[in-house]
């Protein structure tokens, strides 16, 4: 959406019934509690209504990490700080798979110099262009242990990246989801669009449904940039 004053680019992939999720996940189911015609035979002739009845889990499409996913006495998601999370400034830190080790891993030379104090870092590696099929829960690019570490020392408020998980799915001490978190750095995974950024200038906005006990959701995930 473009007006005279600013640009708004949506980074979150929609959500659909029976999508294509990770094969470990169940995928969404978005059926009607409440159909059309039901509605019919109890409102005025001419008025109907539908009601969704959604049935899914928290690390599907965009989705946030919030402390708790990783560390019990966290925030979960209706208690994250919105200052960290509304009109946030936005670092873009932009990595090609055939620079890394291995095509995957992402290490602390990427944010060597960096002044990422307080900002949304997401780092741009292109691999949401598998977005929709098998390929994206594949091969997904990593932070290792260093690069998180390097992240820690900047305090960034959020860290996000286009891939389907921040951490590599060998690894189960899951350094960036643990450590990351229990810095109180919250987690954006599975963004999109990132291309359409500017390394600086745009502004995050990124907002779960405020779901009580709850460590990780799907999220609207909003870049302004002014014109």
């Given at each position: 959406?473009?007006?005279?004053?600013?640009?708004?680019?949506?980074?979150?992939?929609?959500?659909?019934?029976?999508?294509?999720?990770?094969?470990?996940?169940?995928?969404?189911?978005?059926?009607?509690?409440?159909?059309?015609?039901?509605?019919?035979?109890?409102?005025?002739?001419?008025?109907?209504?539908?009601?969704?009845?959604?049935?899914?889990?928290?690390?599907?499409?965009?989705?946030?990490?919030?402390?708790?996913?990783?560390?019990?006495?966290?925030?979960?998601?209706?208690s994250l700080?919105?200052?960290?999370?509304?009109?946030?400034?936005?670092?873009?830190?932009?990595?090609?798979?055939?620079?890394?080790?291995?095509?995957?891993?992402?290490?602390?030379?990427?944010?060597?110099?960096?002044?990422?104090?307080?900002?949304?870092?997401?780092?741009?590696?292109?691999?949401?262009?598998?977005?929709?099929?098998?390929?994206?829960?594949?091969?997904?690019?990593?932070?290792?242990?260093?690069?998180?570490?390097?992240?820690?020392d900047a305090?960034?408020?959020?860290?996000?990246?286009?891939?389907?998980?921040?951490?590599?799915?060998?690894?189960?001490?899951?350094?960036?989801?643990?450590?990351?978190?229990?810095?109180?750095?919250?987690?954006?995974?599975?963004?999109?669009?990132?291309?359409?950024?500017?390394?600086?200038?745009?502004?995050?906005?990124?907002?779960?449904?405020?779901?009580?006990?709850?460590?990780?959701?799907?999220?609207?995930?909003?870049?302004?940039?002014?014109?």
């Open positions: 959406m473009t007006d005279k004053q600013r640009t708004i680019i949506d980074l979150s992939h929609s959500i659909s019934h029976d999508m294509l999720t990770h094969p470990w996940m169940p995928k969404p189911r978005i059926t009607e509690f409440i159909s059309r015609e039901q509605s019919a035979s109890f409102l005025a002739p001419g008025v109907t209504f539908a009601l969704a009845q959604v049935d899914i889990c928290g690390n599907t499409g965009t989705y946030i990490d919030a402390p708790s996913q990783f560390h019990v006495d966290g925030a979960d998601v209706a700080d919105l200052k960290r999370m509304v009109d946030v400034p936005i670092t873009v830190v932009r990595v090609s798979s055939e620079t890394l080790t291995g095509g995957r891993e992402i290490g602390p030379e990427l944010f060597k110099g960096l002044d990422l104090a307080g900002r949304a870092v997401l780092i741009h590696t292109g691999h949401d262009r598998h977005w929709g099929t098998g390929g994206f829960f594949k091969d997904s690019p990593y932070l290792t242990r260093d690069a998180v570490q390097a992240l820690i305090v960034p408020v959020i860290v996000g990246i286009d891939s389907q998980n921040i951490d590599s799915g060998t690894d189960n001490s899951k350094p960036a989801q643990n450590l990351l978190l229990g810095a109180d750095i919250y987690l954006l995974e599975s963004v999109t669009r990132l291309d359409e950024l500017p390394d600086t200038g745009a502004r995050l906005t990124v907002l779960p449904a405020p779901i009580a006990g709850v460590g990780s959701y799907p999220v609207r995930a909003v870049a302004v940039l002014d014109s």
